[in-house]
């Protein structure tokens, strides 16, 4: 079987977030199929292989269009920056040469192109790859917008715009694939004739066993900061909870990629926050750290992070609603609250105790079947085999 994966950007796990995610799931599936990989990216074939070694991967260079522009575009702003022709060409082309039985359109970020490629290829089937229930996700931002009115209206048109995207895909679409049981139950509701798949994210190098808890207060946050929902999760977290942490001598770790604007803004801000950035190795990162932190109050999906704290050996404090997908129990397998300024208090006073080992351990009993990338890409290569509807209509 012949497919063909259409990506905005190569996969690379360090990126985080729903890089982990396209990684984990085409490195699991190359090897079960005919995979060929199209997403912007360097240029350099052997950075490529040493990237995404055993995959065809054919990249891009991106001249991403401005966010500003995308006010003018009928695509939201996520999707209008990755709409570009040079782009569409590749694919055409690839296309043509390939004559693949099925597209995977990786993210809503790249479904402007679904007509241009199910018009070039008729024959293959079309999959949506969601990485959240988007509509929703962004209907959800744009209520939590805080800015003056200007901002909230785009956030609102952008809501809307990605609605009707979304929306089209969907109709288009002979697969749809949902990362969370509640995004899938989404769709179900949304697209009742449709072919849906629950395609949970695995997990890399699980352990045989965790490692020792560390006797410090610190605590850490684990995320990529470059998208301006996760920074603004991160500053109301903060602003809500960094007392708190500071009155119960707790020394929080942020972790992860930002832009150095960003990253100023926060040492200035709260001086004794330990910042380290990227880093290349978050075993090394968290060796001292004795919980993980799940922080987004906005924003919806599968939080990816949590399997790095649960097979880190880290015990987990969460805001409401960030545990989709993982099957855990709140209080038994992690620590839950409903603000951010309860969950530091629930950190500052319970940090030291030690249930928080056998929080962990149940945690991580519970994932480490569940989670398998080779399980996942066995249940999305069934899920695609033929026949699938020709007319993008489940039947």
Not at 16 to 41: K, Q, R
Not at 83 to 101: G, K, M, S, T, W
Not at 354 to 375: I, N, P, Q, T
């Amino acid at each position: 079987m012949k497919v063909l994966w259409i990506a905005k950007q190569t996969p690379v796990p360090e990126n985080g977030g729903e890089h982990i995610y396209t990684h984990g799931i085409v490195t699991a599936l190359a090897p079960l199929c005919d995979l060929t990989l199209l997403c912007y990216g360097a240029t350099d074939v052997q950075d490529c292989r040493s990237l995404l070694p055993g995959i065809n991967t054919r990249q891009v260079p991106p001249y991403p269009n401005s966010e500003l522009s995308s006010l003018l575009s009928r695509f939201p702003n996520n999707t209008h920056r990755y709409n570009q022709n040079h782009f569409a060409q590749h694919a055409v082309r690839i296309c043509r040469e390939l004559a693949p039985d099925v597209i995977v359109v990786d993210s809503l970020a790249m479904a402007w192109t679904y007509k241009i490629l199910i018009e070039t290829a008729p024959q293959a089937s079309l999959v949506y790859f969601s990485h959240n229930f988007e509509s929703a996700l962004r209907a959800n931002i744009a209520a939590a917008e805080a800015g003056n009115l200007i901002s909230k209206l785009v956030r609102s048109v952008d809501s809307f715009k990605t609605a009707i995207l979304e929306r089209n895909l969907c109709l288009s679409a002979h697969l749809i694939t949902a990362i969370t049981e509640h995004d899938l139950h989404c769709y179900a509701s949304s697209y009742p004739t449709k072919a849906r798949v629950l395609i949970t994210p695995g997990y890399h190098n699980i352990p045989s066993q965790l490692r020792p808890l560390p006797k410090t207060r610190t605590a850490c946050i684990i995320g990529s900061f470059l998208w301006s929902t996760k920074r603004a999760n991160l500053v109301q977290f903060l602003d809500e909870g960094y007392r708190t942490l500071q009155q119960g001598n707790v020394t929080l770790k942020i972790i992860g990629n930002m832009e150095e604007p960003f990253r100023r803004h926060l040492r200035q801000k709260y001086p004794q926050l330990d910042i380290t950035g990227k880093v290349g190795s978050l075993a090394e990162a968290t060796n001292n750290c004795r919980a993980g932190l799940l922080i987004d109050s906005v924003g919806g999906g599968f939080k990816l992070k949590a399997l790095d704290y649960i097979f880190l050996g880290l015990p987990m404090y969460a805001l409401s609603d960030c545990m989709y997908g993982l099957n855990l129990t709140p209080q038994d397998d992690y620590i839950e609250a409903s603000t951010s300024n309860v969950l530091a208090d629930f950190l500052a006073h319970s940090i030291s105790d030690d249930s928080l080992l056998g929080l962990r351990d149940r945690a991580y009993l519970k994932s480490r079947e569940r989670f398998s990338w080779r399980a996942s890409a066995a249940h999305f290569l069934d899920a695609i085999r033929p026949p699938l509807p020709r007319n993008g209509r489940h039947l």
